[in-house]
């Protein structure tokens, strides 16, 4: 059964530092989504991503943040300037079509600011 | 925008008997309303889910029952088993770009 691939499993790195994450998510899916997890707590959405373009995004997704779809297959997540409070597991879903239909994660990066 | 509420937070049942996990939304508009289980450290994944069309729906021990009239759903869970145990999330999708907005989830703990 094809997966949703995340890399890194876990990524490091000193405040201030950029991270990007990436994601390969599932071939023939069309819509491309990043949520993030802080320990304990829910999943919350950041933005979803369609036609290269994003279709929504959340009040945590700001100037910080950007996604990209550099080529037909890996979707990034890009913070530019990380703080404490971005640790967190950053999750990539992709699903086939929009409204109603299965969004499939991968296994998530686990992401620590120190 | 959308809100998931989910109940009970945490969820103790013994190896074989029933566990029922409740949410309730707040946007009409919803449509769509997965489960997902998460294990530690794991990734969620998808068990079952409904859409507004549909009443109910079963698949082995699981099954989801919607009333959108009184905007709420839950899981059901028979015959549990201890590889049961996990975080069960609610969601559902709202807007454009079906965003999924997920409760705030369920620890359930099945126990021999």
């Known amino acids: 059964e094809p997966e949703v691939t995340q890399t890194p499993s876990h990524q490091v790195t000193q405040m201030g530092q950029e991270v990007i994450l990436r994601c390969v998510p599932i071939?023939?899916?069309?819509?491309f989504y990043w949520y993030r997890q802080i320990l304990g707590q829910k999943v919350e959405f950041l933005v979803s991503f369609y036609n290269n373009e994003i279709s929504e995004k959340s009040e945590i997704f700001d100037d910080q943040f950007s996604v990209e779809r550099p080529d037909g297959s890996n979707f990034t997540l890009k913070i530019r300037s990380t703080k404490l409070e971005d640790s967190a597991m950053y999750f990539c879903?992709?699903?086939?079509?929009?409204?109603?239909?299965?969004?499939?994660f991968g296994d998530g990066t686990r992401l620590s600011i120190l | 925008g959308e809100n998931v509420e989910q109940h009970p937070s945490t969820l103790s049942v013994q190896e074989g008997d029933s566990a029922v996990i409740k949410c309730t939304y707040s946007?009409?508009?919803?449509?769509?309303f997965p489960w997902y289980k998460q294990e530690l450290g794991k990734r969620p994944q998808l068990i079952i889910d409904i859409r507004s069309n549909v009443g109910e729906k079963k698949d082995q021990r699981i099954a989801v029952t919607l009333n959108k009239t009184a905007k709420h759903f839950s899981l059901h869970i028979t015959e549990t088993q201890p590889e049961d145990s996990a975080v069960y999330f609610c969601?559902?999708?709202?807007?454009?770009?079906?965003?999924?907005?997920f409760g705030t989830g369920t620890r359930l703990q099945v126990t021999l």
């Open positions: 969601a559902a999708i709202t807007g454009t770009a079906s965003k999924l907005t």
């Open positions: 879903a992709s699903c086939s079509e929009g409204l109603g239909q299965p969004q499939h």
């Open positions: 946007d009409s508009a919803s449509n769509y």
């Open positions: 071939s023939n899916h069309l819509y």
